[in-house]
């Protein structure tokens, strides 16, 4: 049984920095891509950050420079590590799994295969 678990979220001040972690498990972690996710309230689903297997990442435009996505196949966690944050950087963050192992990796959440249940982040002014 494939499981993701985010956690580390929560309301911080902008400006701030925070980290966001996903463990797996039931999946051999090494040979998946990972991505970050975020939705806020009544927007879509949008890509933030992706790591493939062999650790190339990608960010979204409005994240480069401040977000650093990360991974340590030892422990089978993914990391998000956010800085400055900004009011608009809100929503709730999901980790996702893809076993294509596609490079680069996808921004597209339909090609992920599995999901967490999200960790909330509220930037407060």
């Known amino acids: 049984q494939v499981q993701l678990a985010e956690s580390g979220g929560g309301l911080v001040q902008a400006g701030d920095s925070l980290r966001v972690s996903c463990v797996a498990s039931?999946?051999?972690?090494?040979?998946?891509?990972m991505g970050w996710f975020r939705q806020a309230p009544g927007k879509e689903r949008e890509f933030v950050a992706g790591?493939?297997?062999?650790?190339?990442?990608a960010y979204a435009d409005s994240v480069k420079g401040r977000f650093t996505i990360s991974r340590d196949n030892t422990k089978n966690t993914a990391y998000l590590q956010m800085n400055n944050l900004k009011l608009e950087d809100t929503a709730d963050y999901y980790c996702?799994?893809?076993?294509?192992?596609?490079?680069?990796?996808?921004?597209?959440?339909?090609?992920?295969?599995?999901w967490g249940q999200g960790t909330q982040v509220t930037v407060s002014s």
């Open positions: 996702a799994a893809d076993r294509s192992s596609v490079s680069p990796v996808s921004r597209y959440p339909r090609n992920y295969d599995y």
């Open positions: 039931g999946v051999t972690f090494s040979r998946y891509n």
């Open positions: 790591i493939t297997w062999s650790g190339g990442v």
